[in-house]
């Protein structure tokens, strides 16, 4: 047998998201209810991070990790490439695995990662792996179901490793799906970015909540404001009782509740947009998120204002907290002019990115950053960045900029 037990905590998100991914999960470690030492993880590629298994860990970064896009627990792997060899090598494998959820009865499915050098289709690699599944879970007393709907646990199948050693891994899924897919976006725009790219542009700013305020001046629909929020008081984006983690032995005796672990922080965040049809938008999103009402009436300003004729003082008077906190941070999603089809000509988008540049330029002191898929955007704009960071949203390549005005 070929098969090796494995034991890791997999945090896997967006191309080049290492960096902010181990960044943000050491900050909410340190601030979260347990005693736990979070030790260097290891780097799969420049999007994939492997920790030592913790139940600890693992509740933190499933509750509360805004940056990573799955967050998976690896059992077994093996090198095999075809179906038969694979099956073989997992049966005996998952079968003596005592960390599968118990019980009499179980709903399950399969999803599968990226799998493009095993020699057989996904639908083919899911199929073997439920197969597997269904025998394992049965030698060990467990009547399964599989659900494609509302299981009650996913397994996920991929091939992993550095290019040398790719091996399949199959692991539990205990992030709760697609870490993007927050609920509180009940409306959105033409093109919307994505929640873990807004967290990581966040990140990225290295906006200070205590102490800086940061204006979104093209919110749209008021994702990066939201993240923003989120961030700033370390909410959860997943609840224990919403998770996997009720049917795993490993996280038995663990929190059932999810509280903000920064809940002191009162932030100062300013979303403005030119376009009147984007407040309800706004405040529809916001109220999904929990963040309306009097907690966050001086937390969180909603405003139509054309970025183009921005002030200082403008943001002083919506949000006059501003007055006594050091030099903010502009975060934002500009149009690139692809998936907007048009509306904008290039000579248009040219001079709104010009026009932009010099109404941040008389922001002095303050940091811009922004995620942007026109690569004439840093010309036009009339800044140079400090930092670049090549990434895409959905299938867009883009490039995370931030520049000191």
Known sequence: MNAQRCNDLRLTGSGGANRVMEAELKRLVMRSPFDVRLDKPTREGEETLLYAFDARVAWVAACHH?????????????????????????????????????????????????????????????????????????????????????????????????????????????????????????????????????????????????????????????????????????????????????????????????????????????????????????????????????????????????VRGLTPDDIEHLAPAVRNMRPGVFCFNPPYGVRIGGEHGEAELLALYADMGRALGRFRGWRAACFVANPKFVYAFGHRATMTKPASNANLRGTFLVFQL
């Open 66 to 306: 805004r940056t990573s896009s799955r967050i998976s627990w690896d059992l077994c792997s093996s090198p095999a490439v075809r179906l038969e060899p694979l099956f073989a090598d997992l049966l005996p494998e998952l079968s003596s695995d005592d960390r599968l959820p118990g019980g009499t009865r179980l709903s399950f499915s399969v999803e599968v990662g990226s799998s493009s050098d095993f020699e057989a289709s996904p639908l083919q690699l899911r199929g073997v792996v439920k197969n597997a599944l269904v025998e394992a879970l049965a030698s060990r007393g467990v009547t399964s179901d599989v659900d494609g709907d509302a299981p009650d646990v996913v397994f996920v199948a991929r091939r992993a490793g550095t290019p040398e050693a790719r091996r399949t891994v199959v692991g539990i899924d205990v992030g709760g799906g697609a870490r993007h897919r927050r609920g509180a976006r009940v409306a959105t725009g033409l093109a919307p970015l994505r929640e873990t790219l807004a967290a990581q542009l966040i990140m990225l700013s290295r906006w200070d909540a205590r102490t800086e305020p940061l204006v979104d001046p093209m919110a749209g629909s008021a994702t990066i404001p939201i993240e923003a929020a989120g961030l700033a008081v370390g909410a959860a984006i997943r609840h224990p009782p919403d998770l996997p983690l009720r049917h795993l032995a490993a996280f038995s005796g663990l929190p059932n509740e999810a509280p903000d672990l920064f809940p002191g922080t009162v932030a100062s965040i300013v979303a403005l947009d030119a376009d009147a049809a984007c407040i309800p938008a706004m405040v529809g999103n916001l109220r999904a998120a929990g963040l309306t009402g009097p907690t966050y009436d001086r937390s969180i300003v909603i405003a139509q204002q054309d």
